[in-house]
């Protein structure tokens, strides 16, 4: 006998809490690759196709896999789909705005997937490219991307905890630090 599934309604009320927590945990994992990585360019001097981040090293494949990239920005996606119903007020326009730029940062990753798996490139280039990378370099667009998705999401988080009366009125869940 298999374990009950987490409702959606469930999941945005008595574990959205526990939710935010996990999701949160994948996304700074995820910023630690790319902080690593910068650090690895920038402060160590490594050519970008050796700047890997932490799991790129001993897995380098990973750093050239469309597939894990489309994952992880499907994974954001979804993610964001679904915490978002737990939010109210201003901390759900904060949520909604990183939605938004997730879902054009999940387009970005399609264009890139389909390229590599058809072998015809955006531009002429000679490997896939994203639209924005016609203009901006593969790995500070990236930390770009995951700075303006991730801005917003701390923001609705933190609006989240400290809700004023009216948005506490409506939750649904117990994210809610308790007033002084």
């Excluded at 050796?50 to 990973?62: H, K, N, S, V």
């Excluded at 901390?91 to 390229?115: D, G, K, N």
Aim: proline letters at 6%.
């Amino acid at each position: 006998m298999s374990a009950p599934a987490i409702s959606r309604s469930t999941l945005n009320e008595r574990h959205h809490k526990t939710a935010l927590g996990v999701f949160l945990v994948i996304v700074l994992a995820h910023w630690a690759e790319h902080v690593v990585q910068a650090i690895q360019i920038y402060a160590l001097g490594w050519p970008v196709p050796e700047a890997r981040g932490l799991l790129g090293l001993p897995f380098p494949w990973l750093v050239t896999s469309e597939w894990m990239h489309y994952g992880y920005a499907l994974v954001m996606l979804v993610g964001l789909i679904l915490l978002r119903p737990g939010f109210t007020g201003r901390s759900r326009t904060w949520w909604t705005v990183a939605l938004a730029i997730q879902f054009w940062h999940h387009i970005e990753h399609l264009l890139l997937l389909i390229q590599a798996l058809s072998g015809t490139y955006l531009a002429g280039r000679a490997a896939p490219t994203s639209v924005i990378q016609l203009v901006i370099p593969r790995v500070e667009l990236h930390l770009f991307y995951n700075a303006v998705v991730f801005a917003p999401m701390v923001v609705a988080m933190v609006l989240h905890r400290r809700p004023r009366l009216e948005e506490r009125a409506v939750m649904r869940c117990d994210c809610a630090l308790q007033p002084a």
